[in-house]
């Protein structure tokens, strides 16, 4: 059993900038996928970002390509996702998410354990 814990949301402006942080409960996270997923107002829930157990792989929807830096401290349990070049569209609530499988995937459903959730709202 895992359980994940964000923190790091809040308000912003358009062009600033946020880090996401997720802290897992177990002994065993470097076995973990870990994800990040979005949830907009009136929206599915859709992929951001994905990292591998060991950190050397990690995958990115072509939204937050080039912006968004998804890495993570397994001495510390904790997954980061670094946001840049924030927009108004990047605005949802955030989900740190683990998968027991060494491969990353972009699939909700291949996910077995999330968190509560973060919201990140930024203005125009």
């Known amino acids: 059993q895992v359980q994940l814990v964000e923190s790091g949301g809040g308000l912003v402006q358009a062009g600033g900038s946020l880090r996401l942080s997720c802290a897992a409960s177990?002994?065993?996270?470097?076995?973990?996928?870990m994800g990040w997923f979005r949830q907009a107002p009136g929206k599915e829930r859709q992929f951001v970002a994905a990292i591998s157990g060991s950190g050397v792989s990690s995958y990115y929807a072509d939204s937050v390509k080039g912006r968004f830096t998804i890495s993570r401290g397994n001495a510390k349990n904790t997954v980061y996702l670094q946001m840049n070049s924030l927009k108004p569209d990047d605005t949802a609530v955030y989900y740190c998410a683990a998968r027991g499988n060494r491969y990353p995937s972009q699939q909700e459903y291949d996910y077995n354990y999330w968190g509560q959730g973060t919201q990140v709202t930024v203005s125009s």
């Open positions: 177990g002994r065993t996270f470097s076995t973990y996928t």
